[in-house]
């Protein structure tokens, strides 16, 4: 750890402005004013770019690489990049958000810099010299909180669910780095391939109608994705469905699928299991539609609706389109 | 090709949220409210491995840390198709964290004959941590990719690994030996083992390692020296404020539940 003042460096490794971005420099902007320590942003691109000027409002300083293996998201290059860095800086937490990449180096990059890691993070504070993260676990049936005792703290964290940054009365300085990011690349990167998502990623999703077993087979999914085109939301499903084959794995949502945050996520005959609602703890709100007024899901609901789907879903579209 | 397939043996993720409870300890899960089994992500791991052999050939080893009870894991393993089982017993109570776990299995893997391909499961149902494998591979100086659904042979020094990533997948040309977290896909559903193949897999002699045979001092593994530690773990209320839509007619409640999906639109 520095000997002055203590270093927070948050690593956005797709310079993009997003829910995740804000919350992830939201994060590390926060513990880095707990800490009384300086906020120092890591992105790729050009010390010129339209991002780096943004997100000088959140830091104390961006150190901008203009790289094409790291815009490319080449995980080795980012690795070798944050470990410059860190070795330089000497931060007492290092922070990433919770794409691909970032889950990916968080643990190579806390044991690269005699730290230690942790992922999944709903909250990460200063606890003297350590860092608490606090996280779900088994299943979402327990919360852990967990202390990082070796420095650095490498914490990869929900970045869509945090608050974002706020807009600071100095903004802070840009530079551009100079690291050779692309030196012992084992790994090479061959082929990217983007699935035709209509829109946007379900976990930038606002709104998102999910679909689960009780819909007992694949035609009544046409029936969501009809509503969601109307409320301009994302689909999604359970596991079940999923496994069952009605819906693609890429809409899994839950403990093994993906983790969402929207600002509401509408369970359709949804039982609500634990492994389900880890995947949905950070919405905003849930609203669910189940014949069963016992189901688990609705213990989590803001509002919800015990009626079959099957009597709901036609009218419900109907009604909304009106409305919208 | 040679595999090493990393096995980690947790609680049933399955235990319903009444039976699920806290042990003496307050920092961990009281293994008797539910069974041990096999963590999910592991399974697709080995199932992963035992499509490259069907296909390529080769041997799969599997090893598990952890007390006695994770030779059901490996012997499950062996049911499955695995060839050679590694147990490494550690019946210190509390769990490890990951750093130490990944040293424990890079020592052990320095013991053993070189593998071309070692995977772990993406994180365990447990504790979800998905760390093990990354630190696994700055351990042993190895390539890492995590995520990896899709694993096949480039010529013989290198493998393609396909990852899932946020938007779709990428692929990756990796040297061998690499280390690679698995990720669950529609192609890597464990299979189920046959009986016969169960009753064989209990046959097959087992290499069990304890710490001392690794030269791992038990201090290692006791939680003063965790790098993540567990200070607190307690279970979540569950408070139900649901607002439960009522109406005299179904007409009605869907007016009042459409209203209530609107204005939150609105706002978005």
Known sequence: MSEDTSIIITAVVT??????????????????????????????????????????EHADHV??????????????????????????????AILLGNDTLS???????????????SGDAQAVSANGDTILVTRSVYGGKAEAEIELTASPAVVWVRAQ???????????????????????????????THAEEAEGERLEDAQIIVSGGRGLGGPEPFEELVALAKVLKAQNAASRAACDLGWVPH??????????????????????????????IADSKAIAAINTDPDAPIFKHCQFGLVEDYQNVIGPLKTKLAELL | MNILVCLKQILDPEVPVRDFAIDSSGLQADPACANQVTNIFCENALESALQLKDLHGGKITVISLGPESVEDSLRKGLAMKADEPFMIVNNNGLLPDSAAVAKVLATAIRKMEPFDLILTGRESGDWGAG?????????????????????SPEGDDRLILR???????????????????????????????????????????????????LEISAEALSSNQYKARVRKLSIPESKSECEFIEGDTTEEKIQKLADKIAAIARAV
């Open chain 1, 103 to 117: 889950q990916e180096i968080t643990p190579r990059l806390a044991h690269r810099l005699g730290g230690a890691s």
């Open chain 2, 163 to 213: 990852q899932q990533t946020d938007s779709g997948w990428q692929k990756f040309s990796a040297p061998k030996p690499a280390v690679a977290s698995i990720t669950n896909s529609d192609h890597n559903l464990p299979r189920i083992p046959k009986t016969r193949d169960i009753i064989m897999a209990n046959r097959k002699p087992l290499t069990t390692w304890t710490l001392e045979d």
């Open chain 2, 131 to 151: 760390q093990t494998g990354g630190i696994l591979a700055e351990e042993l100086g190895l390539p890492f990719t995590a995520f990896i659904d899709e694993v």
């Open chain 1, 15 to 56: 310079a993009e402005l997003n829910t995740a971005t804000a919350g992830l420099l939201g994060a590390g902007q926060r513990l880095a004013k707990e800490t009384g320590g300086e906020h120092i942003v890591l992105t790729s691109g050009g010390s010129d770019s339209e991002f780096a000027a943004k997100v000088k």
């Open chain 1, 250 to 279: 890429s809409w899994q949502v839950g403990q093994t699928g993906r983790k969402v945050a929207p600002q509401l996520y509408l369970a359709v005959a949804i039982s609500g299991a634990s492994q389900h609602m880890m995947g």
């Open chain 1, 63 to 92: 150190i901008t690489f203009d790289s094409e293996d790291l815009a490319n998201n080449q995980p080795e290059a980012w690795l070798n990049t944050i470990s410059v860095v860190s070795s330089q800086k000497k931060p007492s």
């Open chain 1, 161 to 191: 669910s945090m608050e974002p940054a706020e807009t600071q009365p100095t903004s802070g300085t840009i530079v551009a780095g100079d690291v050779d990011a692309s030196s012992d690349i084992r790994n090479k990167l061959i082929e």
